[in-house]
């Protein structure tokens, strides 16, 4: 029997890939499932604060809005940082982030961490990963079945997270979350959020530092007899200054940061339980 080219494509590409490869897909499922599970209870966990699920909506739009603003100043961060060290940041912001939500009591802290560290921390990962697929897929077939299988573990975690919240939620006996420190269900499906950042940040460990070389850096390191760190780091100030003059003389950049502040709030269409 003779296997469909869909499914021996991503497998072919799985054995011959970098082991880097394979970790990112393990970080796109734990991410995503971090991330739709935060999502998926956010109107019951600020009920909790006694907002109105008009008002949690509201929370929910800016939120999505503030993770499109934060992801410009992380893509120089990114730049600058190269791959593992913006990952492991990335999940350390989380870590933190996501353990102040699971324990706060003030709905002001929990609104605050949710419009900056932890805004800045989902803005962050993925595009990390989107870069690090580009730099490890050879060919650019490679990178199509990639990409696809990016958006594919994507969707497979969605999924398991509903299952998992319910789980979480009607499934485990009524005294565990009590043992655990937090009050309510919502609160340990946002504590196993925190698990799943913590074993992401050890996945972003095992990335090999060259990973995260940039061009920038392996041209600073080649000039013979002169203080390499300096210059990686003026490189590094002038290519960030650069960058945000391009920028910002683009017409097609302000075109598309006008749609993205447009369409985020598109966000608020969907229904988080």
């Keep these: 029997m003779r296997w ?3 499914l021996t494509r991503p497998i072919g590409l799985l054995k011959r890939a970098p082991y880097e490869l394979r970790l990112v897909y393990l970080l796109k499922a734990l991410d995503s499932y971090g991330y739709f599970a935060l999502s998926e209870v956010f109107t019951t966990y600020f009920g909790e604060f006694g907002v109105s699920d008009i008002t949690a909506g509201t929370l929910y739009g800016t939120w ?12 120089f961060a990114i730049d600058a940082m190269g791959v593992r060290q913006s990952l492991i940041a990335c999940y350390v912001l989380q ?24 805004a800045l921390a989902t803005s962050w990962g993925a595009p990390v ?3 690090a697929i580009k730099r490890l897929s050879v060919t650019n077939e490679d990178r ?38 937090v009050t309510t269900p919502i609160r340990g499906v946002v504590l196993s959020t925190v698990v799943s950042s913590a074993f992401a940040l ?65 966000k608020q269409v969907r229904s988080p339980v």
């Design 64 to 75: 999505g809005m503030l993770i499109t603003a934060w992801g410009v100043v992380t893509g």
């Design 202 to 266: 050890v996945v972003a460990t095992k990335f090999h530092r060259g990973t995260a070389h940039t061009v920038r850096r392996s041209q600073a390191e080649s000039f013979d007899g002169k203080d390499t760190t300096v210059i990686a780091a003026s490189k590094k100030v002038s290519s960030f200054l650069q960058t945000v003059k391009v920028l910002s003389a683009s017409k097609s950049f302000w075109q598309f940061l006008t749609l993205g502040l447009f369409t985020v709030n598109l």
């Design 4 to 6: 469909p080219d869909t």
């Design 95 to 118: 870590i933190f982030a996501r353990l102040v939500l699971a324990f706060t009591t003030n709905k002001t802290s929990a609104i605050v961490t949710l419009f900056t560290v932890q």
């Design 129 to 131: 990963m989107t870069i």
């Design 144 to 181: 199509v079945v990639s990409f696809g299988l990016f958006y594919s573990t994507m969707n497979v975690a969605a999924l398991l997270s509903g299952l998992a919240i319910d789980l979480l939620r009607l499934g485990a006996p009524s005294d565990t979350y009590g043992y655990l420190g």
